[in-house]
């Protein structure tokens, strides 16, 4: 008779709760955009609130900060810690992007496609190098950028220089934490740390899909 392994019940458990999780989020209003009820910031403090709370309240958006973090983790050294300079480089470009008026067409729906092919990259296992995956988060990066300046457009310049601090501080401490976490569960248990990853990319996937197939109905 076979004993199971000490790690299965962990494994088992990382599984279900990340994919309760990941369905979770799916079903959260796909509409929770904007921090201030979709009124522009007037204060420099109403302006750094909307950017801390945009990133982590548009469950798309959130989804590909976890995407963000899977990736960098599968780089070593010091890189793993200035990929996700490159995503929030492109959020702040795509930001000013929008302010400017300048037209990305269908934004919302490269957003919930760069969700999904980064979730589906995650599955895949594919490891990239660090330059190429930096193209690839400051590319998906200007489309969330651009979807965040719709909340910040017309505000003054210091409102706006407030939201971009706040965005880009709330992103490096959502990925940078998910890292750390990654790192000290892989130390622990590479197995647990790899379920986990690839629950991570199975849910991104999803909540990905279904971005794109409201976003086209």
């Keep these: 008779m076979t004993r199971p392994t000490d790690s299965a019940p962990a494994n088992l458990l990382v599984t279900r709760t990340g994919t309760a999780a990941a369905g979770l989020l799916a079903t959260m209003p796909a509409l929770a955009h904007h921090p201030m009820g979709g009124m522009t910031p007037a204060t420099m403090t109403q302006g750094l609130l909307s950017g801390l709370g945009h990133p982590v309240i548009g469950i798309d958006h959130f989804a590909f900060l976890v995407v963000a973090a899977l990736l960098a983790f599968t780089v070593t050294g010091a890189a793993r810690w200035l990929l996700p300079a490159a995503f929030i480089g492109g959020t702040v470009a795509g930001t000013l992007i929008h302010v400017q008026a300048l037209d990305l067409p269908a934004a919302e729906l490269l957003v919930a496609a760069s969700v999904l092919a980064g979730g589906a990259l995650v599955v895949s296992g594919r490891k990239l190098g660090a330059g190429a995956l930096a193209l690839l988060l400051a590319g998906a990066g200007v489309f969330h950028g651009y979807a965040y300046g ?68």
Excluded at 159 to 177: D, E, H, K, W
Excluded at 183 to 198: V, W
Excluded at 199 to 213: C, P, Q
């Design 150 to 217: 719709e909340s910040i457009v017309g505000a003054d310049a210091p409102v706006l220089g407030s939201y971009l601090a706040g965005f880009a501080l709330i992103q490096y401490a959502v990925i940078a934490g998910l890292l750390l976490g990654l790192s000290r569960l892989a130390a622990r248990s590479e197995g647990t740390a790899g379920t986990l990853i690839r629950t991570g990319g199975i849910g991104a996937l999803a909540v990905g899909g279904l971005f794109l197939v409201a976003g086209l109905v």
